[in-house]
């Protein structure tokens, strides 16, 4: 993730959050760590299709810009950074620092042996490919207005240390290598790489506003993985539905290979709900022998699947032990019985094995009471003087009995019994403490005794290896520099003529974001989350008047790929040309529609190297119709609730 310390937040002088919505999306508290800096005075500025709660909450400016065009953003603010360095005498781009420490910003930092002319410097520029990336350029990409473009580099000059948090769906865009590459060198040249307060990286899920090392550091459980003997193939999540109804598969640049897959199994998983192209998915379904399914709830993927193995939910298991932020574990107990016929997944493994005449205790070895206490046993707390660590827990032998489990007494922070009542342990923090982190501090002070795990040793905004890695995949071609290639469905997809302004016949872009109901499709059957956070097509005004749609009406957005229904929401919170769907909602095939409202009936799998999803882009049309479509917690899930 390449993310500072949370305290290092309070350094900042600007957080950019690029996609980034830790108000609605994220476990934790992130939000908290945010309003700590805006308290202290820290700007605040969100970048994204839609002005998200957070930036609502928090924000102090908003830069609106269209789903997947980061990457033409992102070079259009390095080139007027690049023109401003120009005049004032190199002393706005940190030229010391990318001289030392980066490979490829200009021609002096290539590679021996790679082509001069694709240094990103030169690239950003147009100089040999007769294309500045002016504002001008990006705008008509990304719909942000050129002088609130010249707005955004003016922060980016005038704020230092900046701290910039993408979150991951900018970079979920098919041939998107380029964005990754585009927001390192914009760190970069910046000189907010490796400083107090200063960092360009991911912020998302477990980590988000607060990286670096684990101050706790979990256990093992002391269970030996079996490998998996199968090395090949391993298919792609935006090719595998493709994968099984053709019978054959990409190895790679090596081409097309047979396949047969006879068998789908789904343990604790969403593929079919969550991956992309769910219409082919349904296919792929219906055209293997058989389909098995783990879970606890009737997920799509249950529904259509031959057998059903029920399987204990979290609080009927005995005890998980959970990595929550680097500062903070978690171990859950017990808490009810298992319901119906529903068995633990480890013995589900070990009626398996005795079935397929594996050794069943190889499959399930040790009690799910026994693994979560040697994790417990192993884990590891940081002291005070943030280097050195000692055991978590401490442990005597009449707390082996007590917990009926196999062990040896140990000294520790926390005597083991109070940490299973307690259920967590947190180390405890303040802006003073030693337990702070800086990504990539020793490596910008010494550079050669600190490389870096890259095949410079440096940070490779030209790299050669992720190109031979794309190549490799097979899908498409890679570039070892940051290369804008728009994707099959990115905004320019919209047109049938991009240069003339033609519209063509999928004009809209769908933008599917995480919302409050729950994680994914996890609590998609709870009625009361349903009911609380209805799943609605959100479009701005102007597009509804356009269309002559009204507040209520139900919608349809549709592509070759399939159809969902929605009510239609309005708000001046989404972009023009942007209908926004909240991901996650389990799909419900009536006819031809969706009447759930799963943005994954409507997304392209379209490959690319390696493995890179492509959730980011879709585009699709939108029109009125005249069902009547029931509140969405009233819907039928194929299961009495």
């Known amino acids: 993730h390449a993310l500072n310390d949370r305290y290092e937040l309070l350094n900042s002088k600007l957080i950019i959050l690029w996609g980034c919505n830790p108000a609605q999306n994220a476990m934790g508290m992130p939000f908290m760590n945010l309003r700590r800096a805006k308290e202290k005075g820290v700007k605040?500025?969100?970048i994204d299709p839609m002005y998200s709660r957070t930036a609502a909450l928090i924000a102090d400016d908003?830069?609106?810009?269209?789903?997947?065009?980061?990457?033409?953003?992102?070079?259009?603010?390095?080139y007027l950074i690049l023109k401003e360095d120009e005049k004032k005498d190199h002393k706005v781009i940190d030229w010391d620092f990318l001289d030392k420490c980066v490979q490829g910003f200009d021609e002096k930092t290539m590679p021996k042996g790679s082509d001069k002319k694709e240094n990103f410097k030169d690239y950003v520029l147009g100089t040999y490919d007769n294309l500045p990336k002016t504002p001008e350029w990006a705008s008509k990409i990304c719909g942000l207005e050129v002088k609130r473009i010249e707005e955004l580099a003016?922060?980016?000059m005038d704020n230092h240390?900046?701290?910039?948090?993408?979150?991951?769906?900018?970079?979920?865009?098919?041939k998107a290598q380029h964005v990754c590459l585009a927001q390192t060198a914009l760190g970069a040249m910046t000189g907010n790489i490796g400083v107090k307060g200063g960092c360009f990286a991911v912020s998302a899920q477990e980590c988000s506003t607060n990286g670096g090392p684990a101050l706790v550091k979990k256990g093992k459980d002391g269970i030996e993985e079996?490998?998996?003997?199968?090395k090949k193939p391993k298919l792609c999540t935006t090719?595998?539905?493709?994968?099984?109804?053709?019978?054959?598969?990409?190895?790679?640049?090596?081409?097309k290979k047979p396949l047969d897959i006879h068998v789908i199994y789904h343990s604790h998983c969403a593929a079919l709900n969550q991956s992309n192209n769910t219409n082919k998915g349904i296919e792929a379904h219906r055209k293997v022998d058989f389909v098995v399914t783990n879970h606890f709830t009737f997920t799509p993927e249950a529904q259509f699947s031959d057998l059903v193995l029920p399987v204990t939910t979290p609080w009927e298991k005995e005890g998980e032990v959970l990595q929550e932020s680097r500062e903070l574990l978690i171990w859950s107990q017990k808490v009810m019985d298992p319901y119906f016929e529903s068995k633990d997944d480890a013995w589900i493994a070990r009626e398996l094995a005795k079935r397929l005449g594996l050794d069943p205790e190889k499959a399930d070895p040790i009690s799910n009471a026994q693994r979560c206490f040697n994790i417990i046993a192993s884990s590891k707390v940081v002291k005070e003087?943030?280097?050195?660590?000692?055991?978590?827990?401490?442990?005597?032998?009449?707390?082996?009995?007590?917990?009926?489990?196999?062990?040896?007494?140990?000294?520790?922070?926390?005597?083991?019994?109070?940490?299973?009542?307690?259920?967590?342990?947190?180390?405890?923090?303040?802006?003073?403490?030693?337990?702070?982190?800086?990504?990539?501090?020793?490596f910008r002070e010494d550079p050669v005794k600190n490389k870096l795990k890259t095949e410079s040793g440096k940070i490779e905004i030209y790299s050669p290896a992720l190109k031979k890695k794309v190549d490799k995949a097979g899908w498409n071609e890679g570039y070892a520099y940051a290369k804008y290639v728009p994707a099959t469905e990115g905004y320019e997809a919209t047109f049938s003529d991009f240069e003339k302004g033609v519209k063509g016949k999928y004009p809209y872009q769908v933008l599917t974001v995480h919302d409050l109901r729950g994680t994914h499709t996890v609590f998609n059957q709870v009625d009361w989350l349903r009911e609380a956070f209805e799943y609605d097509v959100v479009m701005n005004p102007k597009d509804a008047n356009k269309k002559g749609f009204n507040q209520g009406d139900t919608i349809r957005i549709y592509n070759e790929r399939g159809s969902v229904l929605r009510t239609l929401k309005l708000s001046e919170r989404v972009m023009p040309g942007v209908v926004v769907i909240h991901e996650g909602a389990w799909v419900n095939i009536e006819g031809e529609d969706c009447i759930a409202g799963s943005p994954n009936v409507l997304s392209g799998d379209f490959p690319s190297g390696p493995d890179v999803e492509s959730w980011g882009t879709i585009i699709a049309n939108v029109e009125k119709v005249s069902k009547d479509l029931k509140k969405d917690w009233e819907v039928d899930l194929g299961v009495k609730l």
């Open 239 to 255: 090719e595998h539905w493709e994968d099984i109804l053709s019978n054959t598969y990409t190895d790679g640049d090596k081409g």
């Open 385 to 442: 003087d943030g280097k050195t660590f000692e055991n978590l827990v401490s442990i005597t032998n009449e707390d082996l009995k007590k917990l009926n489990v196999e062990g040896k007494p140990q000294q520790g922070r926390v005597p083991i019994l109070q940490l299973q009542k307690d259920g967590k342990y947190q180390v405890k923090r303040n802006p003073d403490d030693k337990l702070g982190y800086i990504h990539n501090k020793k």
């Open 44 to 46: 605040i500025i969100s």
């Open 154 to 156: 003016n922060l980016l």
């Open 62 to 78: 908003y830069f609106p810009i269209r789903p997947a065009t980061d990457t033409p953003l992102i070079l259009a603010i390095c």
């Open 161 to 174: 240390p900046t701290t910039a948090l993408f979150g991951w769906n900018s970079a979920r865009v098919e």
């Open 226 to 230: 079996i490998k998996n003997p199968l």
